[in-house]
T-cell receptor
């Protein structure tokens, strides 16, 4: 039982490049989400999903896309990377929603030059 | 004003000390409250939920004060391993269906 697996751990992009952050969980959780963490600002919700085929925007969705084709996977796509997207990204899951214990992946440190 | 505010610290305390953190929230409709712990460069992990009546888990006690809109975390008999950042998390429920994280309070326990 691996929990929430997030890849890559580190990534450097040039402005305008695109990439996908991968997230997979093996706990059969319905709810999955992506957060970004910036110094002094707390984690902020980017997108979330309450089940396969269902996604919704969080607090800071601009510049990011998600899809949820299976219960296990919830990739985050950066369409055209900008320096403002330099951050640490965390994927998280829970059994059914925001109001439950969240299990986090180990994070991706992304730098956009 | 931030929705969830925490003193960033750091709180520097000796081993064995008792330390308390507060966290204030702005929306009186907030329904659920949590404390998460985050070690340096690691993912957050749930420390405890905060119940209206207050709750205790070993050396950790969490309390909620709805009238003054704050939650607290008390750590007794601090250990070196308690050194971490403690994140206050608030759920608005139907008023805003997502969690709001505070910026965290850093605790450093010294020998």
């Amino acid at each position: 039982n691996a929990g929430v697996t997030q890849t890559p751990k580190f990534q450097v992009l040039k402005t305008g490049q695109s990439m996908t952050l991968q997230c997979a969980q093996d706990m059969n959780h319905e709810y999955m989400s992506w957060y970004r963490q910036d110094p002094g600002m707390g984690l902020r919700l980017i997108h979330y999903s309450v089940g396969a085929g269902i996604t919704d925007q969080g607090e800071v969705p601009n510049g990011y896309n998600v899809s949820r084709s299976t219960t296990e996977d919830f990739p985050l796509r950066l369409l055209s990377a900008a320096p403002s997207q330099t951050s640490v990204y965390f994927c998280a899951s829970s059994y059914s929603g925001h109001n439950e214990k969240l299990f986090f992946g180990s994070g991706t440190q992304l730098s956009v030059l | 004003r931030k929705e969830v505010e925490q003193d960033p610290g750091p709180f520097n305390v000796p081993e064995g000390a008792t330390v308390a953190f507060n966290c204030t929230y702005s929306n009186s409709a907030s329904q659920s409250f949590f404390w998460y712990r985050q070690d340096c460069r690691k993912e957050p992990k749930l420390l405890m939920s905060v119940y209206s009546s207050g709750n205790e888990d070993g050396r950790f006690t969490a309390q909620l004060n709805r009238a003054s809109q704050y939650i607290s975390l008390l750590i007794r008999d601090s250990k070196l391993s308690d050194s971490a950042t403690y994140l206050c998390v608030v759920f608005l429920g139907n008023a805003g269906n997502m969690l709001t994280f505070g910026g965290g309070t850093r605790l450093m326990v010294k020998p």
